[in-house]
């Protein structure tokens, strides 16, 4: 039995609802334009992502928050304060890019979307983690840092796991790994999931 990696990466693209291929397909966000400025916070590969009312995105909430979200972050691209075009895995807020120019966020916008997640707890047992499968979940650490590497520290909060609240971000599909290559009971259990409430299926624009 393999000893879990405890090293949170936020969400990170698996597969599409049915066993589909995964695409990698993105799309293409504006977080800033010339005429409105971007947010001030930074938004790190696998974040997640939620629209705003201007028609630029922002970072969700640590845990996801109430706002249905857009898609997760892989990347982004802006023009620095010396001028000079960037490509980067994570947007690192308006103080950081010139004004009166734009950055895009590269989004994984598919709704039928399945990601890979760390919980952020150990679990009881085998039979514990398995009955989570078909329930929902928050999240916990989204919009920080994992070092220095530009990636989010997201993870599936194992304390909300197992409800059935319409609104929390994620709806467990499955566990990655077969139970008898996997310590439950050590942190860093992979999960796969969809986003719960997704903004391309809600009927009601900003």
């Known amino acids: ?26 799309t293409k966000y504006k977080v800033q334009t010339a005429a409105t400025a971007g947010s001030s916070s930074q938004i790190f590969q696998g974040d997640m992502v939620i629209p705003l009312g201007n028609g630029l995105v922002d970072v969700s909430a640590a845990d996801g928050g109430d706002v249905a979200i857009l898609g997760v972050m892989n990347g982004c691209e ?58 929902n979940a928050e999240g916990t650490g989204f919009g920080s840092e994992n070092g220095s590497t530009g990636k989010s520290i997201g993870e599936l909060s194992v304390a909300s796991a197992g409800a059935t609240t319409a609104t929390d971000n994620f709806r ?25 409430v997704h903004f391309h299926l809600t009927a009601t624009g900003l």
């Open 172 to 196: 467990i599909i499955g566990i990655k790994d077969d139970f008898n290559d996997i310590d439950v009971t050590s942190a860093g259990v992979i999960f796969l999931v969809k986003l719960n």
């Open 78 to 135: 802006y023009i620095d304060l010396d001028g000079k075009p960037r490509f980067d895995n994570h947007y690192p807020g308006t103080a950081s890019i010139k004004s009166g120019t734009e950055a895009t966020v590269h989004i994984y916008d598919n709704p039928h979307q399945v990601f890979e997640i760390q919980g952020d707890a150990s679990l009881t047992n085998a039979a514990t983690a398995q009955a989570l499968v078909h329930s």
């Open 1 to 26: 039995m393999a000893t879990n990696i405890d090293a949170p990466f936020g969400l990170r693209p698996h597969n599409l609802l049915g066993s589909a291929p995964n695409s990698m397909g993105l």
